[in-house]
T-cell receptor
């Protein structure tokens, strides 16, 4: 199965620590998205890459959040100085073209103690 | 007003029942529409795209009403395994896709 993969699946850390998540999209997909989802809500858009270019960032993405996609393949999402409110499922998705359906990875569930 | 709205439910239906969900969107420029299924603590999985003329995939039928700005999902002959949260997604074109908060469905024996 060559779907979207995310690592780690779960991350538990203390408040104030930095965390980094990785996403490997479907290989032929040039568009990559990061979302955050909390209980009872749909996925909320965080940021978007087309190839290696980060083309859009949500206002939800504070300066503690940074994302990269250095070679237009995998992407990383880093959260610095984590806060309790950062606890959520972080989802990565990829798609082949504009307005095409997005395919999600398993997500990384972040818990801040 | 939220850009994409769904009735959170839950919808509790017996096996074999037909159930329908609606999803309203606020931006008339929306171009593409999708239904996703999400099981508890899992990622959303694409169920089907929604085409202007309506489309069917087995027991699932999706329809788009541009005039009233909503999409619908109809599930016939519900199975226990259909129990999940159903998310609608609306794309404005380009990168932006907005997801609804989902409608929870419980199918009971």
């Amino acid at each position: 199965d060559t779907g979207v993969s995310q690592d780690p699946r779960h991350k538990i850390t203390k408040r104030g620590q930095n965390v980094t998540f990785r996403c490997d999209p479907i290989s032929e997909h040039n568009r990559l998205y990061w979302y955050r989802q909390t209980l009872g809500q749909g996925p909320e858009f965080l940021t978007y890459f087309q190839n290696e270019a980060q083309l859009e960032k949500s206002r939800l993405l504070s300066d503690r959040f940074s994302a990269e996609r250095p070679k237009g393949s995998f992407s990383t999402l880093e959260i610095q100085r984590t806060e309790q409110g950062d606890s959520a499922m972080y989802l990565c998705a990829s798609s082949f073209g504009e307005s095409q359906p997005q395919h999600f990875g398993d997500g990384t569930r972040l818990s801040i103690l | 007003r939220k850009e994409v709205e769904q009735d959170p439910g839950p919808f509790n239906v017996p096996e074999g029942a037909t159930v329908a969900f609606n999803c309203t969107y606020s931006n008339s420029a929306s171009q593409s529409f999708f239904w996703y299924r999400q099981d508890c603590r899992k990622e959303p999985k694409l169920l089907m795209s929604v085409y202007s003329s309506g489309n069917e995939d087995g027991r699932f039928t999706a329809q788009l009403n541009r005039a009233s700005q909503y999409i619908s999902l109809l599930i016939r002959d519900s199975k226990l395994s259909d129990s999940a949260t159903y998310l609608c997604a609306v794309s404005l074109g380009g990168f932006k896709t907005i997801f609804g908060a989902g409608t929870r469905l419980f199918v009971k024996a």
